[in-house]
């Protein structure tokens, strides 16, 4: 198995630009995660979906910051617009039921 | 709400030793215990887990302690090595299926 395929491995933009991260699960897996990760506050869970529907969005920092999981193989976070304070490293995972949690390699943003 | 804290936000330890890293936790109801080992530049590895009707478990060069009466867990690692090098979170497992990170232990291994 791939793992969790994460895309792109890194991002710049300019504050005010729309930043779209990608995520591609594990196969069967039926919970997803997107957490973010800042030196000051760690890892962050942002939301996770449970066969494809959003259970917890509690850690979405604002509105700002939408995400989506149209099928069980992807699932997308967006975040428009973007500001500096985003940057950081934004990873995505997946489980099966809510045990052990697979991450993908990470994201880097930079918003400058 | 759940906190996660850590004792020592950095562990230097000489190569083959024992590394312990300490691991606090404030929900009781947590039920499972998750630690996880995240290289540079990787995203966070499971280690090993542990269920709250148990005290202890054993894996290969690991060993979690968890004492539920204080809300402690510790991570020991039997001759530490160079790639052990890297930063160790506790995930306490809660009623929301959230896991809790915090911002981890670094353990450098020292040569």
């Known amino acids: 198995d791939a793992g969790v395929i994460q895309s792109p491995r890194h991002e710049v933009t300019e504050m005010g630009q729309e930043v779209t991260l990608r995520c591609k699960p594990i196969s069967g897996h039926d919970y997803l995660f997107w957490y973010r990760q800042t030196m000051m506050r760690g890892l962050e869970l942002l939301i996770y979906f449970n066969n494809n529907v959003p259970i917890d969005d509690s850690g979405m920092p604002e509105d700002r910051f939408s995400a989506k999981m149209p099928n069980a193989s992807f699932s997308t976070l967006k975040i428009q617009p973007s500001e500096p304070r985003d940057s950081a490293v934004y990873f995505c995972?997946?489980?099966?039921?809510?045990?052990?949690?697979?991450f993908g390699p990470g994201t880097r943003l930079t918003v400058t | 709400g759940e906190s996660v804290g850590l004792h020592l936000p950095t562990l230097s330890v000489q190569e083959g030793d024992n590394s312990i890293i300490n691991c606090a936790y404030s929900?009781?109801?947590?039920?499972?215990f998750i630690w996880y080992k995240q290289e540079s530049g990787k995203g966070p590895q499971f280690i090993i887990d542990i269920r709250s009707n148990m005290d202890k478990r054993q894996g290969q060069r690991v060993t979690v302690l968890l004492n539920k009466t204080v809300k402690h867990l510790s991570l020991q690692i039997a001759a530490t090595q160079p790639g052990d090098s890297a930063v160790y979170f506790c995930a306490p497992w809660n009623a929301a299926y959230k896991y809790i990170f915090g911002t981890g232990t670094r353990l450098k291994v020292l040569a």
């Open positions: 995972a997946s489980s099966l039921f809510h045990h052990e949690q697979y």
């Open positions: 929900n009781s109801a947590s039920d499972y």
